[in-house]
């Protein structure tokens, strides 16, 4: 799928089978349910790429076992500052290509998650960045921003698990707050979890560094 419109909302139970899934450029909110996508292959892209201007949500898809090169699936809605991602009852296991995370998104909004599991991808298990991350003057190694308006969440409930990833489990970057609940990030050939909330400014109560393998 490519191209313009209002909103879209595949649903039923649906399995792409050596083919990656596309939606891209689109101006309305995505909404994905009840899908596989498995043995995808292909430089350049991820098994499922989805960009739009507006929310997007996935519930009860999986991702697993796909070759391509970018891995499981990369959501973006960062053309606008309004869109936010949610995600429940989702899986983005075993996709190894050579840039593989299992689970890349990237917005301006809250991005909400319920129930992700993200183990043994050749990357990050998930990166989860609201944040992001630019540089005022080119050149200019020592000053970034997080460019966003307003603080924006970062939120994980009900069980997560984020375990056998060649890099880090979980990386998260946020301006907003960040919260996370029953984190399994184990067995990571990097460390379990990375969050960094505090790019912006000196914050006292800014969160930045590694935490351990159960959250």
């Excluded at 999986?62 to 869109?83: K, P, Q």
Aim: proline fraction near 1%; hydrophobic fraction near 35%.
């Amino acid at each position: 799928w490519s191209g313009t419109g209002t909103a879209m909302t595949p649903n039923g139970q649906s399995v792409f089978n050596g083919d990656a899934l596309s939606i891209v450029n689109w101006n309305g909110n995505i909404t994905i349910s009840d899908i596989m996508i498995t043995n995808a292959t292909g430089a350049g892209i991820a098994a499922l790429q989805v960009t739009t201007t507006k929310n997007i949500a996935l519930t009860n898809v999986d991702v697993v076992n796909n070759s391509t090169e970018f891995g499981g699936a990369y959501l973006d809605n960062t053309a606008s500052y309004t869109g936010t991602v949610v995600i429940n009852d989702s899986t983005f296991n075993g996709n190894d290509g050579v840039n593989a995370t299992g689970l890349n998104v990237r917005s301006h909004g809250t991005i909400t998650g319920k129930n992700i599991t993200a183990y043994d991808n050749t990357l990050v298990g998930a990166s989860l960045d609201n944040c992001d991350l630019q540089k005022p003057v080119l050149g200019d190694d020592t000053t970034w921003y997080c460019n966003t308006v307003g603080a924006k969440a970062v939120t994980l409930t009900g069980s997560n698990n984020f375990s056998f990833n060649s890099g880090n489990g979980l990386n998260v970057f946020s301006s907003g707050a960040i919260t996370l609940s029953n984190v399994n990030a184990m067995h990571n050939d990097g460390q379990g979890a990375y969050l960094d909330n505090c790019t912006i400014g000196a914050d006292e109560f800014c969160v930045q560094g590694y935490l351990p393998s159960t959250i």
